[in-house]
DNA sequence: CGGTATCCTTGACGATACTG
DNA sequence: CAGTATCGTCAAGGATACCG
C-alpha cells in the first residue's frame, strides 16, 4: 500500500466517524436547537417541524453519549431536566457553518439545472 | 415566527440538503477516490474498501445528478468510461476538510474517556 | 413533563449472479 | 469493462399510545 493510499484510507475513516455522530438528519439540527436557547425536552421537540418525541429521545442520548451534550436533573418539583451544549459541541461550527453555506448555494445552484 | 426562528428554520432545511448531497456512508469518500486519480469504474470499486458495484453504480448517477462529478464515455474498443470531477465539486473541499480534521479530534476525545 | 413501549415503514446498503 | 437485476438484510426513522 502507499503512502497515498494510507493517507486515503486514514480520511476516509475519520470522515465516516464525523457523518457517524453528527451525520443523520437531526443531530446537527438538534444541536443548534439547543444552541438557539432550547433547554428542555418540550420545547426542543415544539422547535424542530416534524420530529417525534421517540426520535429526539434517541438522538439527545446518542448526542451525550458523545460529549455534545450534557443532561442536567434539576431537583424542582415538578423535577425539570435541562438539556445544554457541552464546551466541546462549539467545535461543531466549524461544520455546521460550511454545511450551511454549501447547501444554501447548492440549491441554488441545482434548480437552475 | 420570530425573525430568529425563521433563520433557524433555514439553517436546519440547508444542512439537511447537505446530508442529502454529501451526507451516507460513500459520496464524500468516492468523491475523494476520483480526485485521488481514480476515474474508470473499476479502479474506484477497488480503491475503496468493501464498496460493492450495485452502491457505486448508484451512488455516481446520484453525484452527477448533483453536478458533482461528470461521466464521459470515450469511443475506443473496448469502450472506456471515465469520472471527473466537475469544477464545481472542488468546493466540498470546504466540508471535507473540516469534517476529516473533527472526527480525527473526535475519536482521540471519545477513546480516552 | 419527559420520556418509553410497541409496532410499522422505508430506504440504505449488501451479496451474488448475470449482461451488452 | 461497466455496469444492471434480483433478492435480501438491517437500521433509521415514524405513528401512536401509554407511563412514572
Redesign the pocket.
Known sequence: MTEQEIKFKEKIKAIQDTMYVIG???KIVIILSIYNGNK???DIVASIP??????L?KELKHLEENLLIS?KVIDEY?V??EYTLTEYCLSIDELAGPMEKWGKNHMKKISGK
Open positions: 443523520g438528519k437531526w428542555r425536552f418540550n416534524k420530529i417525534t418525541n421517540r426520535v429521545s443532561r415538578p425539570r431536566i
